[in-house]
């Protein structure tokens, strides 16, 4: 049990900091080349490239053009960089909205205000992603906790043997010197006795390195664990901050749908 405890602590530890959970490489290759001027080589390599090779273009005096351009690179943050990354595209979305306001159609604004959606999506999924792997260094955490109690009763019981095994020892030898009747039982005894507390003594020895040994890994989890809680409420910040930019971005999609009264998408 203990040894599939540490094996699957090793694993996920080990697939998270390659980035399988976190998905290091961005979001692959891009909503593609087509629809609104395209989305120009999508997120992929960590949102490289931006949003748009000519933004809207044509329409609304010459469209948004350029996109967000330059990305964010390398994708190094995992789950916390597609959070960071959602709440900057929803924070774009409504800073677009803005811009457009003297030129964009109803059409534009709800646009924006999908993809803010979009973004905040994609943000709780990415806290969902980083909650789940807390939750399971907690439980490692708390199970080397129990290890180590139970390692250290051992220890002590270990103790006790090798105590009560040196004091039977030391009878035995003291029967050896006054009872000459009985020296060939009390040598035997002794001999047992002394072989016990060897016995104990070994166990002992083994007893402290497992103690040992159960306290380095309690504090390895202890450190990961502290990391991934600092990350996990610096992620759930971002998802906030995403998740109110987009219900931003949709009220001003709706308020433009009351201005503008027979647009449609």
């Not at 996109?67 to 943050?77: F, I, P, R, S, V």
């Amino acid at each position: 049990m203990k040894f599939f405890i540490t094996f699957v602590a090793a694993t996920i530890i080990g697939v998270a900091n390659c980035g399988i959970l976190s998905g290091d490489d961005g979001y692959g290759s891009g909503y593609g080349g087509s629809g609104y001027g395209g989305y120009g080589g999508g997120y992929g390599g960590g949102y490289g490239g931006g949003y748009g090779g000519g933004g809207y273009g044509g329409g609304y005096g010459g469209g948004y053009g350029g996109g967000y351009g330059g990305g964010h690179g390398g994708g190094h943050g995992g789950l916390s960089s597609i959070a960071f990354g959602s709440a900057n595209d929803a924070h774009s979305a409504v800073a677009n909205q803005h811009a457009a306001a003297q030129k964009a159609s109803f059409l534009a604004k709800a646009t924006l205000a999908q993809k803010a959606i979009q973004a905040a999506a994609t943000a709780q999924a990415a806290l969902a992603g980083k909650h789940t792997l807390l939750q399971l260094l907690e439980k490692l955490a708390a199970q080397a906790h129990k290890d180590l109690e139970a390692e250290l009763a051992q220890l002590q019981s270990a103790k006790h043997a090798a105590a009560a095994a040196a004091k039977t020892a030391a009878q035995a030898a003291k029967h050896v010197a006054i009872l000459e009747k009985v020296l060939e039982n009390a040598k035997q005894l002794a001999h047992q006795a002394a072989a016990a507390a060897d016995h104990a003594a070994q166990e002992l020895a083994s007893q402290s390195k497992m103690v040992a040994r159960a306290k380095q890994r309690l504090e390895e989890l202890e450190h990961k664990l502290q990391a991934v809680r600092e990350d996990f409420q610096k992620t759930k910040a971002a998802a906030q901050k995403a998740t109110e930019l987009a219900l931003k971005a949709k009220q001003n999609a709706a308020n433009a749908a009351g201005g503008h009264g027979g647009d449609h998408y």
